[in-house]
């Protein structure tokens, strides 16, 4: 009876030390997640410190040289589209247009040396619009001169659009620098000249699409 009495005895203890283990094992697990968050807390500001600081001309270099990227592009891209275009207007303008670009790139490229940069020679990946691959076969094997001049038109729009809303933005940073007036000055003038050829196309868009419609109306079965 003895014997039995204590073989319950020890059970009891074992069971009781079991359950304190787990209890340990329980309180140290919900503790790692909360350290592993000041570890990582930790490793991000030892990161961000070590990021290298560069000057305020160097920053603005960098900005600017993104615009003398995407002006680079644009120089290729109106060389191309003047060679496609077959309506004259279109032609003449985007020609003027060329000749506005270059002188904006010659811009930019004076400004990153005047802050002590290096102007770029790279080209920026344009903002163009394409259709889903689900179309852009149908629409390719359908799509006659006509149309592809009005496409042309349309990516003009958007890429105009696009530099509207980049020369903008840099516009009003560099005159939250104590940076002179000469920079503002010419980046103004490029915006002015970006919005008038936005604005060429929106207001010409009708009168390129009466002179194309004939070709248009023609690519289509009568049924």
Request: avoid cysteine; charged fraction near 25%.
């Amino acid at each position: 009876m003895a014997r039995k009495q204590k073989s319950r005895s020890s059970s009891k203890a074992k069971n009781r030390s079991g359950t304190n283990n787990k209890s340990r094992i329980t309180t140290t697990t919900s503790s790692s997640p909360s350290k592993n968050t000041r570890n990582i807390g930790r490793s991000v500001k030892r990161s961000s410190s070590r990021k290298k600081q560069i000057s305020l001309n160097e920053k603005l270099g960098l900005y600017l040289n993104d615009a003398l990227s995407m002006e680079n592009a644009s120089i290729q891209r109106l060389q191309s589209r003047i060679k496609q275009t077959r309506l004259q207007d279109a032609k003449q303008q985007l020609q003027h247009h060329l000749e506005e670009t270059k002188e904006q790139q010659k811009r930019l490229r004076q400004l990153i040396s005047n802050l002590g940069g290096k102007p770029t020679k790279d080209k920026a990946r344009l903002p163009i619009l394409s259709p889903p691959k689900s179309l852009m076969n149908i629409l390719r094997s359908h799509m006659t001169n006509a149309e592809a001049e009005l496409n042309g038109a349309k990516e003009d729009a958007v890429v105009e659009n696009a530099e509207i809303v980049f020369y903008d933005m840099l516009t009003h940073l560099l005159q939250k620098t104590a940076i002179d007036g000469e920079a503002v000055s010419v980046l103004t003038q490029s915006l002015y000249e970006e919005k008038s050829m936005a604005e060429w196309i929106r207001s010409n868009t009708p009168i390129m699409l009466t002179q194309v419609w004939p070709d248009i109306e023609a690519s289509v079965s009568k049924q």
